[in-house]
């Protein structure tokens, strides 16, 4: 699989570059080039499979072999370690609750996935990475839980002053070691702009 920019198809990117960049030079965003349709067999019984092997199959069939198979299964398992249950609501509703995860956002799921693909894709690499974060609370708090002690990547996180909950706030800022976080006199919009002046 390769990525195009959504500002220019013309220009693809290896996974890895797309993973360890973030966004295109364009300010476009990464999108997959190609989608393979999941296994027939699979979507027909995939009552029978836990969670973290269906989070595996659909990496798998997404990313092909970009990633040798035994190391994307443990990235998929680390990462997908908290379960996401289904509850009945009532006779005809049911709530998939996406809050089970260390941070409490549904963001941990994509946080910790990226946090370790980084750091597969970086381990050859002796320059640090340092990531750079705007949020008004979700992403920060699952980047910084994600990536927490991840060797060879620091995080700063951007927050607008005020606009964060209490909690949100408490998980950016008591982490320390790797984690940064930067409280801005602003709104959301104004860190996210600062984030592409650091860039
Ligand atoms: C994560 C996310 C945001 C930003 O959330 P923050 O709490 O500011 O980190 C905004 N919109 C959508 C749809 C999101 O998934």
């Known amino acids: 699989m390769k990525l195009y920019s959504t500002k ?34 699979f979507i027909k019984n995939i009552k029978d ?8 199959i659909v990496a798998k069939t ?6 040798p198979e035994k190391d994307l299964k443990d990235i998929i398992y680390e990462s997908i370690n ?4 289904l509850i009945q609501f009532d006779q005809e509703k049911y709530i998939l609750e996406l809050f089970h995860g260390p941070s409490l956002a549904f963001k941990d ?25 705007a949020t008004s609370g979700d992403t920060g708090g699952a980047v910084a839980a994600g990536f ?5 990547i620091k995080v700063v996180i951007l927050y607008p002053s005020g606009k964060v909950s209490h909690l949100q706030e408490q998980q950016l800022t008591t982490l320390g070691n790797n984690i940064t976080a930067l409280e801005v006199q602003g709104t959301f919009d104004e860190c996210h702009s600062k984030t592409s002046i650091f860039r």
């Open 8 to 41: 220019n198809k013309k220009n693809k990117v290896s996974l890895a570059h797309a993973v360890l960049k973030g966004l295109p030079e364009d300010n476009g965003l990464y999108m997959p080039d190609s989608f393979q349709p999941l296994p027939h067999n």
């Open 82 to 85: 908290f379960p996401a249950p």
């Open 62 to 67: 997404l990313i092909q072999s970009t990633i």
């Open 49 to 56: 499979y836990s969670f973290q092997e269906i989070s595996h």
């Open 109 to 133: 799921f994509g946080a910790r996935f990226m946090a370790r693909l980084m750091s597969y894709f970086n381990k050859n690499n002796d320059k640090e990475l340092v990531i750079l974060v």
């Open 148 to 152: 927490y002690n991840t060797p060879g």
